[in-house]
């Protein structure tokens, strides 16, 4: 079993900043791709930043220049630094990582509960 676990959202001002952390634990072997997702309301699931294991980024064209991504391999966590927010970033935050279990199954996808992320205007 793998779970991933996040915490930092909240409530801010636009203009704020917020940092999510998304903690992997469980029968990990390895971790590929890391990533944060957002949901708005009535919309779907969209990608806002990934980074693979050896550190290369790709963000959404929406939030370049103001998000930024990161991880701590040795502590299997992501994180994302939220500067500039907008009230167009209100969403659920949701964590994914690409985990490799053991050596003989490939990677399977695994996703965090979810956090909120309200920035009002």
């Known amino acids: 079993q793998v779970q991933l676990v996040e915490s930092g959202g909240g409530l801010v001002q636009a203009g704020g900043s917020l940092r999510l952390s998304c903690a992997a634990s469980?029968?990990?072997?390895?971790?590929?791709?890391m990533g944060w997702y957002r949901q708005a309301p009535g919309k779907q699931r969209v990608l806002v930043a990934t980074?693979?294991?050896?550190?290369?980024?790709n963000y959404a064209d929406s939030v370049k220049g103001r998000f930024t991504i990161s991880r701590d391999n040795a502590k299997n966590t992501v994180y994302l630094q939220m500067n500039s927010l907008k009230s167009e970033d209100t969403a659920v935050y949701y964590c994914?990582?690409?985990?490799?279990?053991?050596?003989?199954?490939?990677?399977?996808?695994?996703w965090g509960q979810g956090t909120q992320v309200t920035v009002s205007s």
């Open positions: 994914n990582a690409l985990v490799v279990v053991t050596t003989i199954i490939p990677q399977q996808p695994y």
């Open positions: 469980g029968s990990i072997s390895s971790i590929n791709t």
């Open positions: 980074i693979t294991s050896g550190g290369s980024t």
